[in-house]
Nanobody, 124 residues
Framework: QVQLIESGGGLVQAGGSLRLSCAAS????????IGWFRQGPGKEREFVGA????????VYADSVKGRFTISRDNAKNMVFLQMDDLKPEDAAVYYC?????????????????WGQGTQVTVSS
């Protein structure tokens, strides 16, 4: 069982940066791949990126590639989403999710555990 809690959301101007955190419980955190997803107003939840358990592999959605960076600190059971050059279309509720897998997964139905989400608002 893994519990996830996101934090770090807020209001930022377009072009600015935010760093989201995902704190996880559990003694086997390093065996879980972590994904980030987001859901904008009136939109379906979409994949943002994912990181492998060791942190050596990452994958990103094309819409955020080059602007967002995922990292993790397994000693602290933490995963981070650094978001730079934010755009109004990045505004959404951001979720982290976990799955006990060595493969990086993009579909939300493949993830077992979810956080409650943190709101990101980007003003133009």
């Amino acid at each position: 069982q893994v519990q996830l809690i996101e934090s770090g959301g807020g209001l930022v101007q377009a072009g600015g940066s935010l760093r989201l955190s995902c704190a996880a419980s559990g003694r086997t955190f390093s065996t879980y791949s972590i994904g980030w997803f987001r859901q904008g107003p009136g939109k379906e939840r979409e994949f943002v990126g994912a990181i492998s358990g060791s942190g050596s592999l990452r994958v990103y959605a094309d819409s955020v590639k080059g602007r967002f960076t995922i990292s993790r600190d397994n000693a602290k059971n933490m995963v981070f989403l650094q978001m730079d050059d934010l755009k109004p279309e990045d505004a959404a509720v951001y979720y982290c999710a976990a799955v006990p897998s060595f493969i990086l997964l993009r579909r939300e139905r493949e993830y077992n555990y979810w956080g409650q989400g943190t709101q990101v608002t980007v003003s133009s």
